[in-house]
């Protein structure tokens, strides 16, 4: 195994370094680990990315005043955005995606499980979003608070998302975040 020629090295799909076979689990593992944390990270991109748009099509549709101001819009999509997808890029692995059988080599990140995730997350957060600037617009007039409360209000929906796309199959909000350094950080730095 670990005293090849070059040209078995270059023609094989995995070279182990030792003899030792715990080496090809360990890379399952990190191979595993890899392609969850792509896909919890394109999640949460297009969950947030997929809300804000949605928020200001509904409102502009509706001919409502829109409920973010372009700087907030700008503070959410790189600023906000940033700290959280990149953490949840760089999570620790799972146990359950160890345990989890091989997946198909063709088989795309983004499949439709993940589509119907991702539009529960952005109507969550459109319709909790909106509900909260409805309530705020009662005199029909946006005002600065209106537009702040409504900003709040994304900001803390997509708090609540970045940790719900740390599993694809289960919900984390109960899974402790503190040995997770990286997501807990980007999410209290917000």
Known sequence: MGKGTDV??????????????????????????IFLNIKNFVRFQLSTSVSALMMIAITTFWNIPSPLNPMQ???????????PAQSLGVEPIDSG???????????????????ARVCVSAAVIISGTLWVY?????????????????????????????????????????APIYPHYFISSSISVK
């Open 134 to 174: 409805k309530n705020e617009m009662v005199d029909g007039q946006v005002t600065a608070r209106d537009t702040t409360m409504t900003f709040t209000c994304f900001i803390f929906f997509d708090m609540f998302n970045a940790l719900s796309c740390r599993s694809l199959v289960s919900m984390e909000y109960s």
């Open 73 to 83: 819009i700008l503070w959410i999509n790189i600023i906000m955005d940033g700290p």
């Open 8 to 33: 078995c090295k270059e023609a094989a799909e995995m070279v182990l370094g030792n003899d030792d076979m715990s080496a090809i689990v360990e890379a399952v593992r990190e191979g595993k680990n």
């Open 97 to 115: 995606v160890v345990n989890s059988p091989p997946r198909l080599p063709k088989k795309q990140v983004v499949d439709l499980y993940m589509l």
